[in-house]
């Protein structure tokens, strides 16, 4: 993992343009920073309690297949359904301010980062997954109305035609690809940033790079990229086993070549 990391750091310290933060601005960083903090721990919180929302909506429901019943949980507990993805859009709004907190401290420490691109992805991620989530389930009611009435079959096989033929779920699972890849993109682009200048521990960037494109590619590519960000929460609230890393209070970039330098014999991930 660690040679991982350095290949990632292509630059030197030279490279980096070295801007410092006074010692107001360190103190009034690291407020903002407790704050998106929160927000990160709370986007975990919100995402369980998506998850047990809309899985106690559809707990009684029986059926002989798993399109099947997800229709019927969908149309018996549609309110649940609705809560559930509101909780969902509420996480996101609360990962982009941990994603812009973070942006914001790479460009206070450097003038070479591609902020611009990194804000407008990570908001493009978040309008395009809150879309897909929002037409989604709104695709996925009218399925389940029709489905509920019967006339096209009531087995698992009618239930996946009608999933399949529906415009509206076609239209949401390519938004969500979109999403994912934007997501994954930005992920990427700010983990190398924020590794570069010293944010973030080279195991904590790895992951995130890991996750950025397990999120496009693997099933749990959604749960690496929750993990990454409650892990982000705890370093911003100060509580990471090593400490936060010196550029947070130094207010300066401090790639981990040089915290290396500095202590030959500690070990940072």
């Not at 350095?6 to 006074?22: G, I, K, Q």
């Amino acid at each position: 993992m660690g040679s991982a990391a350095e290949r990632l750091e292509t630059r030197s310290r030279a490279d980096v343009p070295d801007r410092r933060l006074a010692p107001e601005e360190v103190a009034a960083e690291g407020r903002r920073g407790r704050l998106a903090g929160a927000s990160a721990l709370g986007v975990v919180v919100l995402a369980i309690a998506a998850i047990v929302v809309s899985g106690r909506a559809s707990r009684d429901v029986g059926g002989d297949g798993e399109v099947v019943r997800q229709l019927r949980g969908l149309e018996a507990g549609y309110g649940e359904h609705q809560i559930a993805v509101g909780l969902r859009v509420l996480g996101l709004l609360l990962t982009l301010h941990v994603a812009l907190h973070l942006t914001r401290a790479v460009a206070a420490r450097s003038d070479d980062a591609p902020v611009r691109a990194m804000r407008t992805l990570a908001v493009g991620a978040a309008v395009a997954l809150a879309g897909s989530l929002s037409l989604g389930l709104l695709a996925m009611h009218e399925v389940a109305g029709t489905f509920a009435a019967g006339a096209a079959g009531t087995g698992e096989g009618a239930a996946e035609d009608l999933v399949r033929g529906d415009a509206g779920m076609r239209i949401s699972a390519a938004v969500e690809i979109v999403a994912h890849v934007i997501g994954g993109v930005w992920l990427s682009l700010l983990c190398i940033w924020t590794m570069r200048v010293g944010l973030l521990p080279r195991f904590l960037a790895v992951w995130g790079i890991g996750a950025g494109v397990g999120g496009v590619l693997l099933p749990v590519g959604d749960a690496l990229v929750l993990a990454w960000i409650g892990s982000v929460g705890i370093l911003l609230l100060g509580a990471w086993p090593d400490g936060r890393p010196p550029a947070w209070e130094e207010g300066r970039a401090v790639p981990w070549a040089e915290v290396d330098l500095r202590r030959p014999d500690a070990h940072h991930r």
